[in-house]
């Protein structure tokens, strides 16, 4: 249901693409200030773009840019996000080639 109800306002907000459930990380904040420690839920998708398609940053990003399926692992050694492209090769059915290893 939560895919349902996010789907229309991605498509309403001018995005293209198909979004699919993937991953769903919880780390914790710090306190910081008045705000006590807590959880942090992520909810992450694999969105498979359209050739060309173009980014749009927002003021919450530092720097936004699409990666070949192979090339993730040269610009991250952080787990979660290694952890989400090997469930995306899985649910892709992508050969050890194709994703680089």
């Given at each position: 249901m939560a895919e349902f109800a996010f789907v229309p306002w991605w498509e309403n907000a001018g995005r293209?693409?198909?979004l699919?459930?993937?991953d769903?990380?919880?780390h914790p904040i710090p306190a910081r200030g008045s705000e006590p420690r807590h959880d942090h839920w992520d909810v992450r998708f694999l969105l498979r773009a359209g050739t060309g398609q173009e980014l749009s940053m927002s003021d919450e990003?530092?720097?936004?840019?699409?990666?070949?399926?192979?090339?993730l692992a040269s610009a991250t050694t952080e787990e979660s996000v290694?952890?989400?492209q090997r469930k995306a090769?899985?649910?892709?059915?992508l050969s050890a080639a194709d994703r680089g290893a």
């Amino acid at each position: 249901m939560a895919e349902f109800a996010f789907v229309p306002w991605w498509e309403n907000a001018g995005r293209a693409g198909r979004l699919v459930p993937l991953d769903l990380d919880v780390h914790p904040i710090p306190a910081r200030g008045s705000e006590p420690r807590h959880d942090h839920w992520d909810v992450r998708f694999l969105l498979r773009a359209g050739t060309g398609q173009e980014l749009s940053m927002s003021d919450e990003s530092n720097d936004l840019r699409w990666f070949a399926f192979a090339e993730l692992a040269s610009a991250t050694t952080e787990e979660s996000v290694l952890r989400l492209q090997r469930k995306a090769a899985a649910l892709l059915g992508l050969s050890a080639a194709d994703r680089g290893a």
